[in-house]
């Protein structure tokens, strides 16, 4: 199965890639709305995008992609985060004068350029995206900040491991796939067989600006012990100052106890739809 990321060979998402499809050949997207286009057009089977991280929160934009394409969401997995120095081989530590990396790898290696200031955190698109530039240009005076996976499949050197700033460092990632012939975006979307032990529900709704609206649209779950597990809002846009709120629960859409509830806030909402129910990671 071909499988859409976001990033270079040797990403975070590269990783979480294998790790739930195993046999798959990965195919590098520049841009997250590309990953997108990719799949709804069928060129690849399936997506894997980061969806929030421990230290950096939520990734809005892939929110905001989820409502946009009917994708469904169909699996779910945490990967800890590994930041390590990378360069050519041959390269000395004090001969790096910058570091490349992701934006947010760069933010969450705080603590290593505070202890090191004459080294200067250069914004690139992609944590193996630097590693690959670092190595296809032979600098010398220069590093990146990705996984070891990535030092190993650019033919890099790893200088320093796990720098990053704390260790409890994890991302959630989703595994997209195209709908089923005939599927429609219904409030109860067809769900995958029972053979989990665990499963994850996520949706997202609107709801009219009133008082009380979403404490009432809350109840639905409050008042049948169904446990959430996140809470997202986003602007809706169009509508300043109104929000859609993105949802995740514990349960499966088929047990009658999460039917009821989602028929209850179905009952509340303007707007309500299932973006998919999935197997729950570890």
């Not at 985060?81 to 990378?86: A, E, F």
């Not at 350029?113 to 220069?142: C, H, W």
């Not at 260790?167 to 989990?196: D, H, I, K, Y």
């Not at 986003?234 to 859609?244: S, T």
Request: proline share 6%; with cysteine.
């Amino acid at each position: 199965m071909k499988v859409a990321i976001q990033g270079e060979l040797g990403s975070f998402s590269h990783e979480a890639a294998e790790r739930m499809l195993q046999k798959c050949t990965v195919v590098p997207c520049a841009r997250s709305a590309e990953v997108f286009d990719r799949l709804e057009q069928a060129s690849v089977g399936a997506a894997v995008i980061p969806i929030e991280n421990t230290l950096h929160g939520s990734v809005h934009e892939n929110y905001d992609h989820l409502l946009k394409y009917d994708l469904p969401i169909r699996g779910e997995t945490f990967l800890r985060i590994v930041h390590n120095i990378i360069v050519p081989p041959g390269v000395k530590f004090s001969q790096i004068r910058r570091v490349y990396s992701h934006p947010v790898a760069l933010n969450q290696c705080r603590r290593f350029f505070e202890e090191n200031p004459q080294i200067e955190r250069t914004p690139f698109y992609d944590t193996a995206g630097s590693v690959k530039m670092v190595m296809e240009e032979g600098l010398i005076d220069a590093g990146a900040i990705a996984s070891a996976n990535a030092a190993e499949i650019y033919g890099a050197k790893i200088l320093r491991r796990s720098i990053e700033d704390d260790r409890e460092n994890f991302t959630r990632f989703f595994l997209l796939e195209r709908p089923g012939r005939g599927a429609r975006r219904v409030v109860l979307q067809a769900s995958p067989p029972r053979t989990a032990k665990r499963f994850k529900t996520t949706l997202v709704f609107t709801t009219r600006n009133l008082p009380g609206a979403l404490f009432r649209s809350l109840s639905a779950f409050a008042l049948r012990d169904i446990s959430l597990t996140k809470i997202e809002s986003r602007p809706l846009r169009g509508k300043p100052w109104e929000y859609l709120f993105y949802l995740d629960f514990m349960g499966h859409v088929n047990d009658p106890v999460c039917r009821n509830a989602l028929n209850h806030l179905a009952g509340l909402a303007d707007m309500l739809r299932i973006l998919g129910c999935y197997p729950a990671g570890e």
